[in-house]
């Protein structure tokens, strides 16, 4: 069976989680199946992987055109494939194209879903109306469709319901627990003026709307002067939150001292590093689909404190893995608190009540990692997968 994964990252153009589980599911797919992956950017070297830049002719145009155009040149190439496999809106519109010009059946991941995440339209202007219609073309018309999170299926149903529910399944994110493991060196941290042996509170995502990051950031204004506060942000989304995170940051760091913040990707063995000799590790996403940066944090040994929405309580048992902030949320499509003076409140508590008690903190981080060993292995998501793609071809033939 040939099956081609189409993505818009891939290493090692990765900055996001759908880009870290299609380089880990290409990885434990390989040995059963012949996969390529068409991913977008520069040209790499790995043996059946294929890379895409803009067609010239759509250089400088709207995002979201750009992106549509690169679709097209992938499916084109996936002639003699038995199967597509997309991921994100940035490459549902080349599975929808491919399986048209090429008679196959097409599967789709869902990592996030354009209609939850309407701030998107300050990036994108009209071009959030085309990423709309491409992503509801493409889902509409998949063969099958992976949710990451039984939340996330119950967010396509809603947010599409045209979509048979007969066709979406839930196979969870994944980790590598050997790579995303303790790591006892503290070099990273020393050079950055990290203190290794300080109470601290990580955070690692992209600045953008849906990570919560300026409620976390209010939430360090009330937080004992004693807590290290170490963000790993970057990729801000637009130039408005870019603004808005740079100047809570400038804030806090003239008031505390202790905040130190990583613009840069940082490759994972010095993430793991810094998360190591994290006391805890927090999310306050508004929306998250699953959380693979929840996972990552688990396999490194320590306990997550998390907005419980979307996906994250199938990740972080509340008490055992870490702590989960309730968070009741506007139903027009943003994700925003109803209330975000309790939110952020919230937050704080449970915080402080995670890092003023090490011992638990550290009980609840080795029962982290065990959580992440047992339950999101690629092994397993790798069995689901296929078995998936079989019942697919199956109904297709």
Request: aromatic content about 6%; charged content about 20%.
């Amino acid at each position: 069976m040939r099956v081609d994964l189409l993505t818009k990252e891939y290493p090692p153009e990765v900055y996001g989680g759908a880009g870290v589980h299609v380089a880990e599911l290409t990885k434990v797919l390989r040995p059963h199946l012949d996969v390529r992956v068409r991913a977008f950017g520069a040209e790499r070297d790995e043996e059946g992987t294929f890379s895409y830049t803009t067609p010239a002719e759509l250089e400088g145009a709207n995002a979201a055109l750009s992106t549509l155009g690169t679709d097209l040149l992938i499916a084109a190439d996936c002639a003699g494939a038995d199967l597509v496999h997309s991921h994100t809106w940035y490459a549902n519109f080349a599975g929808h194209m491919a399986s048209l010009l090429h008679g196959i059946p097409h599967v789709l991941s869902a990592h996030s879903l354009e209609p939850l995440r309407p701030w998107k339209a300050e990036q994108l202007g009209g071009g959030y109306r085309v990423s709309s219609f491409a992503e509801r073309t493409a889902y509409e018309g998949a063969a099958g469709v992976i949710a990451v999170s039984a939340g996330m299926r119950e967010d396509i149903l809603r947010a599409y319901p045209g979509v048979d529910p007969a066709k979406v399944h839930v196979v969870h994110n994944g980790i590598d627990i050997d790579a995303w493991a303790p790591n006892p060196e503290t070099s990273v941290l020393t050079e950055r003026g990290i203190d290794p042996e300080a109470p601290t509170i990580v955070f690692v995502g992209r600045i953008t709307r849906q990570k919560g990051l300026p409620y976390f950031l209010r939430a360090v204004r009330e937080l004992p002067a004693e807590y290290q506060v170490v963000l790993c942000a970057g990729a801000p989304d637009t130039p408005e939150i870019a603004q808005e995170v740079d100047s809570l940051v400038t804030e806090l760091a003239a008031e505390r001292g202790n905040v130190h913040l990583i613009t840069e990707m940082l490759p994972r063995h010095q993430l793991t590093q810094i998360l190591t000799h994290a006391t805890t590790f927090v999310c306050p996403s508004i929306y998250e689909p699953l959380g693979i940066v929840n996972l990552e944090a688990m396999a490194c040994g320590i306990p997550v404190v998390a907005s419980a929405t979307g996906g994250i309580p199938e990740v972080v048992v509340d008490g055992e893995t870490g702590y989960l902030v309730p968070l009741e949320q506007l139903s027009d499509g943003t994700g925003t608190p109803v209330d975000p003076d309790a939110f952020v409140a919230d937050l704080r508590d449970a915080l402080i009540r995670m890092v003023s008690d090490l011992q638990r903190a550290a009980q609840m981080g080795e029962a982290s990692r065990r959580r992440a060993a047992e339950h999101f292995s690629w092994t397993s998501i790798a069995e689901r997968t296929l078995d998936l793609y079989r019942t697919v071809l199956a109904q297709s033939s």
